[in-house]
């Protein structure tokens, strides 16, 4: 007897590396959600990252998922921190309608100085600095960023700063990443990691509804800035906060299974989730026209054993190309 296929809304719909948008009407609340497996596996051990390295860029690509998706027009959307910390660097971002790619850069010594020390959570791996979302609607549109501080909160608070200073809209992110261990079909250990995350957003048809407090006056401001005033958006925010990061990467729970679990009693609504893939934007011809506004000089101070030989960061895909075949500017 043929299986039956799940259908939208049923638990085990949506799947891993497929972005689930939600609506929850008696709160005002619209979000998505997503669980990454393949892709985030791929991505992660392609470079074969420490672990808290990996854990940490993996919260970036969840974040720029669920942010990218949700973007209308066709360009790309890349979130970037840089820091002071062992991981100086990370870089994700998300072309429209369905790509992901993403690295990290950091010091190996520092990252394992501070694993062996204890100072190894995502913020510490940070460090101070800035993080930046960027958006860009192709050539013949200025490019939009917005930056905000790392300032030793998580990228998860640091998101809801985003959203507040840039689209005044109350917003709450849940991220997280595992390393599961098992053993493949020969017996042998076997590491793998899943992600995922949430983000809700108050979105009431009465715009006054969504004022907040004035923001964070500095030092000495005791004041809980994720207080907003609204029963209904304060109810949603407490719901996402009871969210166990388990629940985020748990595949036998899954995206609808998990907002039954947040929401349905006020009547949650699942719409069709959206793919993404881990698929980067490098080509030869690309780096071929780069490479030919080098100068003639700089053509042969980058020439090694006859040929040049460009390495992607993302997807650390090799190119080589022959001097002869380049035109020196």
């Known amino acids: 007897m043929a299986m039956r296929q799940a259908e939208l809304g049923e638990f085990g719909f949506a799947g891993d590396d497929r972005v689930v948008p939600f609506q929850v009407e008696g709160l005002d609340v619209r ?30 690509i969840v974040l720029t998922v669920l942010i990218g998706t949700s ?5 790309r959307f890349t979130v970037q921190t840089k820091g002071d910390g062992p991981v100086d660097l990370l ?36 460090g101070a600095g800035v993080l930046a979302f960027t958006i860009d609607q192709g050539s013949f ?45 020969n017996g042998k250990p076997r590491r793998t990691w899943r992600a995922g995350g ?9 715009p006054e509804r969504m004022r907040q407090p004035d ?29 166990d990061a388990d629940e985020l990467t748990d595949p036998q729970v899954g995206i609808e299974r998990l907002l039954f679990r947040l929401f349905h009693e006020r009547g949650v609504r699942a719409y069709e989730p959206q793919a993404v893939h881990d698929r980067c934007s490098c080509s030869r011809e ?8 080098f100068t003639a000089e700089e053509i042969e101070a980058s020439t090694e054993d006859g040929q040049i030989t460009v390495s992607c ?17």
């Not at 549109?141 to 608070?157: A, K």
């Not at 949430?198 to 009465?206: D, R, S, T, V, W």
Request: proline content about 6%.
């Open 198 to 206: 949430l983000i809700a957003q108050f979105l009431p048809e009465a």
């Open 91 to 126: 870089v994700a971002d998300f072309t429209s309608p369905e790509s992901v790619r993403a690295y990290a850069r950091f010091d190996e010594q520092a990252v394992a100085d501070a694993v062996a020390e204890g100072r190894a959570s995502p913020e510490q791996l940070l």
């Open 215 to 243: 923001l964070h006056g500095g030092d000495g401001d005791d004041r809980d800035t994720n207080l907003h005033g609204d029963e209904a958006w304060d109810e949603a925010r407490m719901l996402v906060d009871t969210i």
């Open 141 to 185: 549109m200025q490019p939009y960023q917005g930056i905000v501080p790392l300032d030793g909160t998580s990228l998860e608070d640091i998101a809801g700063v985003y959203f507040r200073q840039s689209e005044q809209i109350p917003t709450r992110v849940r991220l997280g990443a595992a390393e599961l261990f098992d053993r493949d079909e």
């Open 286 to 293: 690309r780096l071929k026209g780069v490479l030919q506004g």
């Open 71 to 75: 973007l209308k027009f066709e360009g």
């Open 31 to 60: 979000g998505r959600a997503v669980q990454l497996g393949p892709l985030i596996n791929t991505i992660l051990d392609r470079h074969a990252y420490p672990a808290p390295v990996a854990r940490l860029l993996a919260e970036a």
């Open 313 to 329: 960061e993302f997807c650390s895909t090799d190119y080589h190309f022959e001097p002869a075949e380049l035109t020196p500017a």
